[in-house]
């Protein structure tokens, strides 16, 4: 049973330049979030996709935007990238109304860095 | 905005050894939950709690909600080299949790 994959592992980009990272979300599962956690903090909530729609946004700029495909699979696009958006991404899946039983996975995350 | 603290931030401490960490807020959660990470992993459920005054055991770590679901602790006792790890709490909000900043264990043999 395969749990949370997350492409790429790392990557490096520079200032101005768009990147987009990918989720597949663990088998049966149906929800996608992601959280961004930058060098020595805890992670930070950026969206959650169930259904295709985005169900609840952090507080974060336009300029991180996602999307969730009908298998459920997900990708989070961040566009104009700055320096500040160097971080590792997580991506975490669940069943919609059943994350207070403790089923949320997460993936090993992609390591971005912004040059 | 929900926040939760954690403390101490960092903890060096000897095989053997018993500890606790601390998660704390101003704010009511509906559950909290505790995760383990390691370096180049994504975080790791431990437990979740949900009652205020629950206490959870997992082989040596307790866990601890506090009566009014503001606050948690985390004991580990006889702390070994494979505790080590970034400790996160995470409070619910909504349909996902807000993340405390972490307490970062290391266990030495």
């Known amino acids: 049973d395969a749990g949370v994959t997350q492409s790429p592992t790392h990557l490096i980009k520079t200032r101005g330049q768009q990147v987009t990272l990918r989720c597949s979300p663990k088998?049966?599962?149906?929800?996608v979030s992601w959280y961004q956690q930058a060098l020595g903090q805890g992670p930070q909530f950026i969206f959650q996709?169930?259904?295709?729609?985005?169900?609840q946004r952090g507080n974060f700029p336009d300029r991180f935007s996602g999307h969730q495909f009908p298998n459920y699979s997900s990708e989070l696009n961040v566009n104009a990238l700055l320096l500040g958006d160097s971080a590792l991404y997580l991506c975490?899946?669940?069943?919609?109304?059943?994350?207070?039983?403790?089923?949320?996975?997460f993936g090993e995350g992609s390591r971005l860095t912004v040059l | 905005t929900q926040l939760l603290e954690q403390s101490p931030q960092f903890l060096s401490i000897q095989e053997g050894e018993n500890l606790t960490v601390y998660c704390n807020s101003s704010?009511?959660?509906?559950?909290l939950q505790w995760y383990r990470q390691e370096p180049g992993e994504g975080p790791v459920l431990l437990v979740t709690?949900?009652?205020?005054?629950e206490v959870k055991k997992l082989k040596r770590l307790t866990f601890q909600f506090g009566d009014a679901r503001k606050d948690s602790s985390l004991h580990i006792t006889a702390a070994q080299p494979g505790d080590t790890g970034l400790y996160l709490c995470?409070?619910?909000?909504?349909?996902?949790?807000?993340f405390g900043p972490g307490t970062r264990l290391s266990v030495l043999p």
């Open positions: 975490a899946s669940s069943l919609y109304g059943r994350v207070y039983t403790g089923e949320l996975f």
């Open positions: 088998s049966g599962h149906d929800t």
């Open positions: 996709y169930y259904e295709e729609e985005e169900r």
């Open positions: 704010s009511v959660f509906s559950s």
């Open positions: 709690v949900v009652t205020g005054g």
């Open positions: 995470a409070g619910a909000n909504g349909q996902n949790f807000v």
